[in-house]
């Protein structure tokens, strides 16, 4: 990415912000339609169904009131985990070996004995932002290790949302929600056609748009930042895209005081956001 910090990409119980109404409880009769619209959110029509795995990513789903969901497929001792956590499954329970669960999964998928089977997460834009305070937007950053890594930086970080591009970017499907350990369905991720465009209506609900590039003008921490801030960091090698950075109000860059000059996407967005909260004065 050519970032704040010249930075060279190596691959690598909190429920999502709600801005509007709370959607109703994601059982298996999925969410009615005029909950639908007070959400904000649309239904993915672009994939149907599939399995998300591993016991902290099918506990975040069940909290999750926005997530759709249709049967647990489980092995016994996974359920009984579980329930020692509190958790109460609203939807038909299969109760399988763990070898029979790999046969429902990605090769080599670390699964602890439990699958969900859920529909992707409603579709959100720039309008359910509308409240929010810190948003981070990922221009084509592709490495789902780096992606589930910066979901979980910004849940730590209580960011309102992660943006992803819909093309050049992790599907949000098992593998990510495997590598986020629960953290999609603790945030909001918006998944946007046109980056550019999307920096340009967030501007256009008061925030100041942000992006990491080594040529920026001052260092993050010598940045003016406002009460809405979006912050954009690019994708491995490339960077922010010239348009991306053209439609933001400024560019900044991460100085790095130590013999490493560069960090990788996910380290740079932890320490972004964390710079972020601090000139926000959001502690």
């Keep these: 990415m050519r970032s704040a910090v010249s930075l060279t990409f190596m691959s690598q119980n909190k429920r999502p912000k709600q801005f509007k109404d709370k959607p109703q409880a994601g059982h298996r009769g999925g969410i009615p339609p005029w909950k639908k619209k007070a959400m904000g959110g649309r239904p993915d029509t672009d994939d149907g169904p599939f399995f998300i795995y591993g016991l902290h ?126 953290a ?3 945030i909001r991720h918006v998944r946007v056609p046109n980056m ?8 256009e609900q008061g925030y100041k748009a942000i992006a990491l590039d080594s040529e920026g003008p001052a260092s993050l921490e010598n940045t003016e930042f406002t009460e809405k801030t979006l912050l954009v960091l690019g994708s491995e090698g490339k960077g922010v895209r010239h348009g991306v950075r053209e439609a933001c109000d400024t560019l900044a ?14 380290n740079a967005a932890v320490l972004s956001l964390y710079v972020a909260r601090m000139k926000m004065g959001l502690g």
């Excluded at 999964?105 to 699958?115: F, I, N, S, Y």
């Excluded at 860059?253 to 996910?266: A, F, H, Q, Y």
Aim: charged fraction near 30%; aromatic fraction near 2%; avoid cysteine.
């Design 57 to 182: 990513t099918v506990e975040a789903a069940f909290a999750n009131p926005a997530r759709t969901r249709h049967k647990l497929v489980i092995s016994q001792n996974a359920l009984r985990r579980l329930e020692e956590r509190g958790v109460k499954p609203d939807v038909p329970i299969e109760i399988e070996t763990p070898r029979a669960i790999d046969k429902l999964l990605p090769k080599d998928a670390v699964h602890q004995g439990a699958a969900l089977f859920v529909d992707p997460l409603p579709h959100y834009g720039a309008e359910e932002l509308e409240r929010g305070k810190l948003v981070l937007a990922l221009d084509q950053v592709t490495d789902p290790h780096n992606v589930g890594a910066i979901l979980r930086s910004a849940v730590a970080l209580s960011a309102d949302a992660v943006v992803t591009t819909r093309r050049h970017a992790p599907e949000e499907g098992p593998v990510l929600a495997k590598t986020a350990s629960g």
């Design 184 to 186: 999609l369905d603790m």
């Design 196 to 203: 550019a465009r999307f920096v340009d209506e967030m501007r």
């Design 253 to 266: 860059r991460l100085d790095m005081p130590g013999e490493i000059k560069s960090l990788n996407v996910s």
